[in-house]
């Protein structure tokens, strides 16, 4: 599966941003999808994951103002972003994996990534 991000961009503090990930090769809809995110010189942090069965998991600093979803009719998967904080700035990523069984934000268990789109906050 191929996956391409879109939808980052400069936004001020409090301000909200949607992402969006379009898959194309395979359906996602049996896949674990997650957002990660990462800035220079640090590791990859998990940000959302959502399973098959549409459960959840959502890294602590992001918990409450963001949101992962899926639209299975579109191949998509989005992170809704609000109340954006300048901590928040980073490169964003979508992953898939189709043997992951439960949301994870585990970055090693997934095969399949975009090419990033950048979130700034100011």
């Known amino acids: 599966v191929q996956l391409v991000e879109s939808g980052g961009g400069s936004v001020e503090v409090g301000g909200s941003l949607t992402l969006s990930c379009v898959a194309s090769?395979?359906?996602?809809?049996?896949?674990?999808l997650g957002w990660f995110r990462q800035i220079p010189d640090r590791e990859r942090e998990g940000v959302a994951s959502?399973?098959?069965?549409?459960?959840?998991r959502y890294a602590a600093s992001v918990k409450g103002r963001f949101t992962i979803s899926t639209d299975n009719a579109k191949n998509s998967l989005y992170l809704q972003m609000n109340n954006l904080k300048p901590e928040d700035s980073a490169m964003y990523y979508c992953?898939?994996?189709?043997?992951?069984?439960?949301?994870?934000?585990?970055?090693?268990?997934?095969?399949?990534w975009g090419q990033g789109t950048q979130v700034t906050v100011s």
């Open positions: 992953a898939a994996d189709p043997r992951v069984v439960s949301a994870t934000l585990e970055d090693w268990v997934y095969s399949f």
């Open positions: 090769g395979d359906t996602i809809g049996r896949y674990c």
């Open positions: 959502i399973d098959s069965l549409s459960s959840t």
